[in-house]
């Protein structure tokens, strides 16, 4: 990592300390409903690195350890390249098919989509005119549970 990156890891990680960061409305219901079932399973897929990654996630209060957990760290190429899905779907043991992929990004619905994955988009961080490719798009994950998930993965 260069200087500067390492720079702006370093604060971002101080200002987590200082303020923490609450995860965006409806993601930790929507993580605890998932995990409540049998027939679901939840992996974290970020470009980001780990240490960053684990700072964010813990001070949003996701539960990441109890996950299948991947990122930037791990893999050789990142968003928009499918790399970090495939290898998510790899080890939730699962098809591409049945999995969706919640993403905020334009490069993060192509690389969903390059992976062979669903995907619902949210507009935190972009338009809903950028998120086209999703296959659901949404301000909020407040509306959306685990049936809609399924709906999204049969094809309703």
């Known amino acids: 990592m260069d200087k ?3 720079l702006r890891q370093d604060n971002f ?3 987590l300390k200082e303020r923490p960061l609450p995860a965006f409305p409806g993601v930790l219901e929507l993580i605890r ?3 409540a079932r049998d027939d679901f399973r939840v992996a974290i897929a970020t470009s980001s690195t780990r240490e960053k990654s684990e700072a964010a996630l813990r001070s949003a209060k996701v539960p990441y350890e109890q996950l299948v ?3 930037g760290s791990e893999v050789k190429n990142k968003k928009p390249h499918p790399e970090l899905f ?3 779907v790899e080890r939730l043991s699962v098809s591409a098919k049945r999995c969706v992929v919640i993403e905020d990004a ?4 192509q690389a969903a989509k390059a992976a062979g994955c669903k995907c619902v988009a949210v507009t935190n961080s972009t338009t809903a005119e950028n998120l ?3 296959d659901l798009i949404v301000d909020s994950l407040e509306k959306v549970d685990v049936a809609i ?3 999204i993965v049969e094809g309703i």
Do not use: E, K
């Open 33 to 35: 409903g998932a995990m």
């Open 106 to 109: 334009p490069n993060g619905v």
């Open 13 to 15: 990680l101080q200002l």
């Open 4 to 6: 500067a990156s390492q």
């Open 69 to 71: 957990y991947i990122t």
């Open 132 to 134: 086209a490719r999703a």
């Open 149 to 151: 998930l399924m709906n």
């Open 86 to 88: 495939q290898q998510a």
